[in-house]
């Protein structure tokens, strides 16, 4: 392949030394400006060269995992990002998202009336150099702001807050000192991490970052994707300047002369066609006034609806999908851009307009071949002049996704020389996506005056758009006002506050407890629900306690590998920020692992809440609510423990079918993705074995001290979540933390054997088989109970049986081992016969007690064995 800076080499003498990838990374073009001649244009930064939006996001976010790397969690925690305007706006906001939980800012060259300057540089070869700073928290540069970011606010120390400078280059290095020094003087820390997608600097510019951190007292560290550097020719600028002379003078007078008309695509070009993102109330555009993990998360469940709305608008036919920002506007149209990708059989490109004047040279030796020229739209500062879009006329798109903010969605846009008009002729379709421009509340105020007062504190404002066309206003879902926010421990629950959101209420003064026995005759005579009252604890004997810890021991890198496959699975088929809900309570330990291991392997945080769900009641439909006015509907993976013959996974289906049909939201997808899938009901598993996972062994004291869910009409009303009780006498006893850290520690140990399941797994026909069920049906009558909701198979429903219900007996598959310790000694303890038997698709098989009144077992609680 020809390499896009070669025209420029050959005429110039200009070369590019570095690392292997360097020329796949760059190429060369000529600036008409005239403080540099050269441009170094980057094929991954989505600016001048159209990219996928995945590459785009994906250099960005592996530099911020490289910076999460070199400081440490805690450092991570306590870590803000700025970036640069223009061309670094976009890239600086995905290092941040790499970072995980850093909240980011960018600089901007717009200024915003009534928001106060908090800092400002020069970038003195820029083609526009002045920068400015406009957070809306000024905190966010004194580093005071990350004490609301990490776990311990009282570790957090503004000198220990970093601060990570993003740029798409490092080349003299000027402008980022130049905004360390200024910075450090106002707000001083102990460190920085300056980060770019090329290290260019000269042999002479190497050492002075060095000299420069012992200058302020401070370590600068330094993180760039490849290294490099340029060499020039003396007399570069001039030559360059003469040059791009003679190029536009030939070029206007080919096309007075008629041989540069425009290529077009097929057909009459369309008008323009608006979209309504619906964009989520209080997300700001990007970070011009900071953008924080709560913006990132929000955004993040808004994304696949936005995006689904703009797959609505485009003809069935385009092949080939450009996604275009707008100049500082760079992060908001990339994720849509990703999204895009995720939803469209279609090649989709992403690239942004600019300010920046570069010359066009169609050579495929030249790195930008063609330029749309159009007017600024947005109402610059600096007065009206002449915007770009590169690479995009003749390029081939069938559709351009065009996506401003709402301030520069101005008649100048719409205008017959404006953007849209000009990229018309080379496309067969343009659609408009507006995001509201984010003014900071105390901005509006102070330009409106008092009598904007009850202003909310974020606010994402869109400027009057000009007729016939009006500009959407930000829509969503609003949030049932009866329901309240997610439970968290440690008031409920011994999880910690950020492993998992109760969707429940606390039942924990009510008593509900009734004896086993009790429990049983009442469900099985059709008297009560099994959801209507709770067991009795079982207090596990020091042998039994014994056993559990024995099987964690030997089960946990088991479980690990487990965990880390169907976590690859559902973040491979289900997005990077799946928003897990654990159906409790044996889906929520699951749940938990699942989000470490997701944080472990990825750096992602994924929002984890726990429902319940409740056999012939159906899903908790206020729970579904709530979930609906917080997140993407689509977004929600349901988590389980493991499957036994799959009566949950077919309430569950049923129950999101009548949900939608009766509540109108759509989007939930029912399927199930859980730890072990030994009958066969589910497509997204850790394994299809059926192994002892400890967390079946024990009730509550493995489950954050949190019952079974309650569901009985005295205690819970139409606008209230299901119940439970969080016991919080038996933290004495509590294993819940022991369990998750014993599994959780062996993660890096079965990584490759995970990368190799999870491949695996991706490539395999995963279609449920129902094998349990039939085998459930099958044992129902030959052992003539003839009710499939009385046979329990798989280790962790045996479990449960011995624990909860009155068991008749057990079925153990011949030969089985270690895995059934627990169970024999549960089965001895309850005096329950253990009956080995062959051609079992489980380990074992649990029997409930047929027909079940208190004469039919002993006084003393044991069951009679029948005769």
Same mark, same amino acid.
């Given at each position: 392949m020809?390499?896009?800076?070669s025209?420029?080499?050959?005429?110039?003498g !200009?070369?590019?030394? *570095?690392?292997a990838e360097?020329?796949?990374?760059?190429?060369?073009a000529l600036?008409?400006n005239?403080?540099?001649?050269?441009?170094?244009?980057?094929h991954?930064?989505?600016k001048? !060269?159209?990219?996928?939006p995945?590459v785009v996001?994906?250099?960005?976010?592996q530099l911020?995992?490289?910076v999460r790397?070199?400081?440490g969690?805690?450092?991570?925690?306590?870590?803000?990002?700025?970036?640069?305007?223009?061309?670094?706006t976009g890239l600086?906001?995905?290092v941040?998202?790499?970072?995980?939980?850093?909240p980011?800012?960018?600089?901007?060259r717009?200024?915003?009336?009534?928001?106060?300057?908090?800092?400002g &540089?020069?970038?003195?070869h820029?083609?526009a150099t002045?920068?400015?700073?406009l957070?809306?928290?000024?905190?966010?540069?004194?580093?005071? /702001?990350?004490a609301s970011?990490?776990?311990?606010?009282a570790a957090a120390?503004? /000198?220990d807050a970093?601060l990570?400078?993003?740029?798409?280059?490092f080349?003299?290095?000027n402008?980022v000192?130049?905004t360390?020094?200024a910075l450090?003087?106002r707000?001083?820390?102990? @460190?920085?991490?300056?980060?770019?997608?090329?290290d260019?600097r000269?042999?002479?510019? $190497?050492?002075?970052?060095?000299?420069?951190?012992?200058?302020?007292g401070?370590?600068?560290?330094?993180?760039a @994707?490849?290294?490099?550097?340029?060499r020039l020719?003396?007399g570069?600028?001039?030559?360059?300047?003469?040059?791009?002379?003679a190029?536009?003078?030939?070029?206007?007078?080919?096309?007075?002369?008629?041989?540069a008309?425009?290529q077009?695509?097929?057909?009459?070009?369309?008008?323009c066609?608006?979209v309504?993102?619906?964009w989520?109330?209080?997300?700001?555009?990007?970070?011009r006034?900071? &953008?924080?993990?709560?913006?990132? /998360?929000t955004?993040?469940?808004?994304?696949?609806?936005?995006?689904d709305?703009?797959?609505?608008?485009?003809?069935?036919?385009?092949?080939?999908?450009?996604?275009?920002?707008? %100049?500082e506007?760079?992060?908001?149209?990339?994720?849509?851009?990703?999204?895009l990708?995720?939803?469209?059989d279609?090649e989709?490109?992403?690239?942004t307009?600019? $300010?920046s004047?570069v010359?066009?040279?169609d050579?495929p030796? =030249?790195?930008i071949?063609?330029?749309l020229?159009?007017?600024?739209?947005?109402?610059?500062?600096d007065g009206?002049?002449?915007r770009y879009? =590169?690479?995009v006329a003749?390029a081939?798109?069938?559709?351009v996704?065009?996506?401003?903010?709402?301030?520069?969605?101005t008649?100048?846009l719409?205008?017959?020389?404006?953007?849209?008009?000009?990229l018309?002729?080379?496309?067969?379709?343009v659609?408009?996506?507006?995001v509201p421009?984010y003014?900071?509340?105390?901005?509006i105020?102070?330009v409106?005056?008092?009598?904007?007062?009850?202003?909310?504190s974020?606010?994402?404002?869109?400027?009057?758009v000009?007729?016939?066309v009006?500009?959407?206003?930000?829509?969503?879902?609003?949030?049932?006002?009866?329901l309240?926010?997610?439970?968290?421990?440690p008031? &409920?629950?011994?999880?910690?506050p950020?492993?998992?959101?109760?969707?429940?209420?606390?039942?924990?003064?009510?008593?509900?407890?009734?004896?086993?026995?009790?429990?049983?005759?009442?469900?099985?005579?059709?008297?009560?629900?099994?959801?209507?009252?709770?067991?009795?604890?079982?207090?596990?004997?020091d042998?039994?306690?014994?056993l559990?810890?024995?099987?964690?021991?030997?089960?946990?890198?088991?479980?690990?590998r487990?965990?880390?496959?169907? #976590?690859e699975?559902?973040l491979?088929?289900?997005g990077?920020?799946?928003?897990?809900?654990?159906?409790a309570?044996?889906?929520?330990p699951?749940g938990?692992?699942?989000?470490?291991?997701a944080?472990?392997c990825?750096?992602?945080?994924?929002?984890?809440?726990?429902?319940?769900?409740v @056999?012939?009641?159906?899903?908790?439909?206020?729970?579904?609510?709530?979930?609906?006015?917080?997140?993407?509907?689509a977004?929600?993976?349901?988590v389980?423990?493991?499957?036994?013959?799959?009566?949950?996974?077919?309430?569950l289906?049923a129950?999101?079918a %009548?949900?939608?049909?009766t509540?109108g939201?759509?989007?939930?997808?029912?399927?199930?993705?859980?730890l072990a899938?030994p009958?066969?009901c589910?497509?997204?598993y850790?394994?299809?074995?059926d192994?002892l996972?400890p967390s079946?062994?024990?009730?509550?004291?493995v489950?954050?001290l949190?019952?079974r869910?309650v569901l009985?009409?005295?205690l819970v009303?139409?606008d209230?979540f299901?119940g439970?009780?969080?016991?919080r006498e038996?933290a004495?006893?509590? !294993?819940s933390?022991h369990f998750l850290? #014993?599994?959780?520690?062996r &993660?890096?140990?079965v990584?490759?054997a995970?990368?190799?399941?999870a491949k695996?797994l991706l490539?395999?026909?995963?279609?449920?088989?129902?094998?349990g069920?039939a085998?459930?049906?099958r044992?129902?009558?030959? =052992?003539?109970?003839?009710?499939?909701?009385?046979?329990k198979?798989?280790?962790?429903?045996?479990?449960?049986?011995?624990?909860? $219900? !009155?068991?008749?007996?057990?079925?153990a598959?011949?030969?089985a081992?270690?895995?059934?310790?627990?169970?024999r000694?549960?089965?001895?303890?309850r005096?329950?016969?253990?009956?080995?038997?062959?051609?079992l698709?489980y380990?074992?098989?649990g029997?409930?007690?047929?027909?079940y009144?208190? *004469?039919?077992?002993?006084a003393?609680?044991?069951?009679v064995e029948?005769?």
């Open positions: 020809v390499w896009s800076g025209w420029v080499a050959e005429r110039l !200009v070369e590019l030394v *570095g690392d360097l020329r796949e990374l760059l190429g060369l600036r008409r005239p403080k540099r001649a050269h441009l170094l244009v980057s991954v930064l989505g001048h !060269v159209p990219q996928y995945s996001y994906g250099a960005g976010f911020g995992r490289r790397e070199l400081l969690e805690a450092g991570a925690r306590h870590a803000v990002v700025l970036g640069y305007a223009e061309t670094a600086g906001h995905a941040a998202d790499g970072l995980g939980t850093a980011y800012l960018h600089s901007t717009r200024p915003v009336a009534g928001v106060a300057r908090a800092g &540089f020069e970038e003195s820029s083609h002045s920068h400015l700073l957070p809306e928290d000024p905190d966010l540069l004194t580093g005071d /702001a990350t970011y990490p776990a311990d606010p120390d503004s /000198a970093v990570v400078l993003v740029d798409d280059e080349s003299t290095g402008t000192l130049n360390i020094r450090h003087e707000y001083p820390r102990n @460190r920085y991490v300056i980060v770019a997608l090329a260019m000269s042999p002479a510019d $190497r050492g002075r970052l060095a000299e420069f951190a012992a200058e302020i401070a370590r600068v560290d330094l993180v @994707r490849n290294a490099g550097t340029v020719p003396d570069v600028l001039e030559k360059g300047q003469a040059l791009v002379a190029e536009e003078a030939a070029q206007d007078l080919a096309q007075s002369a008629g041989a008309a425009p077009t695509a097929s057909g009459a070009p369309r008008p066609t608006r309504d993102l619906r989520p109330a209080g997300v700001p555009d990007g970070g006034h900071g &953008f924080t993990p709560e913006h990132r /998360a955004l993040e469940a808004a994304l696949p609806a936005m995006a709305r703009v797959a609505a608008e485009l003809d069935d036919t385009a092949r080939r999908v450009l996604v275009l920002g707008f %100049e506007l760079m992060y908001a149209p990339l994720r849509l851009g990703t999204a990708e995720d939803r469209l279609a989709v490109r992403y690239s307009t600019t $300010r004047p010359l066009a040279v050579d030796g =030249y790195a071949r063609t330029r020229v159009f007017p600024a739209h947005d109402d610059p500062a009206p002049g002449a879009a =590169y690479n003749g081939g798109f069938d559709a996704v065009a996506v401003v903010d709402s301030t520069a969605d008649p100048e719409h205008a017959p020389d404006g953007l849209l008009a000009r018309a002729p080379h496309t067969a379709q659609l408009l996506a507006v421009s003014i900071p509340a105390d901005a105020q102070a409106a005056g008092p009598s904007t007062a009850s202003v909310p974020t606010a994402s404002v869109p400027s009057p000009p007729s016939p009006p500009s959407p206003s930000p829509d969503r879902q609003e949030e049932p006002r009866m309240p926010e997610p439970l968290r421990g008031a &409920f629950s011994s999880y910690a950020d492993e998992v959101g109760w969707l429940l209420q606390d039942l924990s003064d009510t008593e509900l407890e009734a004896p086993t026995e009790e429990r049983e005759e009442a469900i099985q005579s059709g008297g009560a629900h099994y959801a209507e009252s709770l067991p009795v604890e079982y207090q596990p004997s042998q039994y306690q014994d559990f810890k024995a099987a964690l021991d030997l089960s946990a890198a088991r479980i690990a487990a965990v880390g496959a169907v #976590t699975t559902v491979a088929e289900r990077p920020r799946p928003v897990l809900v654990s159906l309570r044996a889906g929520t699951v938990v692992l699942m989000r470490r291991w944080r472990h990825h750096g992602v945080d994924l929002s984890h809440y726990a429902v319940s769900i @056999r012939g009641r159906g899903i908790d439909a206020n729970a579904l609510r709530w979930l609906a006015a917080h997140h993407n509907p977004d929600v993976v349901f389980d423990g493991w499957t036994g013959k799959g009566a949950i996974t077919r309430e289906a129950a999101i %009548e949900f939608e049909e509540d939201t759509e989007g939930f997808n029912p399927e199930i993705a859980v899938d009958g066969g589910v497509r997204t850790g394994t299809r074995e192994f996972i079946a062994c024990l009730n509550s004291t489950s954050g949190i019952s869910t009985r009409s005295d009303g139409p209230d299901h439970a009780k969080f016991y038996l004495g006893s509590d !294993v933390g850290d #014993t599994v959780a520690d &993660f890096g140990e990584a490759d995970v990368d190799a399941d695996e490539t395999a026909d995963r279609a449920p088989t129902w094998e069920w085998a459930v049906e044992i129902s009558e030959e =052992y003539g109970i003839h009710d499939v909701n009385l046979v198979p798989g280790v962790g429903e045996t479990t449960r049986v011995l624990l909860r $219900r !009155v068991p008749w007996k057990i079925l598959k011949r030969g081992g270690a895995d059934l310790e627990h169970i000694l549960l089965a001895e303890q005096g329950v016969p253990v009956e080995e038997v062959d051609d698709p380990t074992c098989v029997l409930i007690h047929p027909k009144t208190r *004469g039919a077992t002993g003393d609680g044991k069951a029948s005769k």
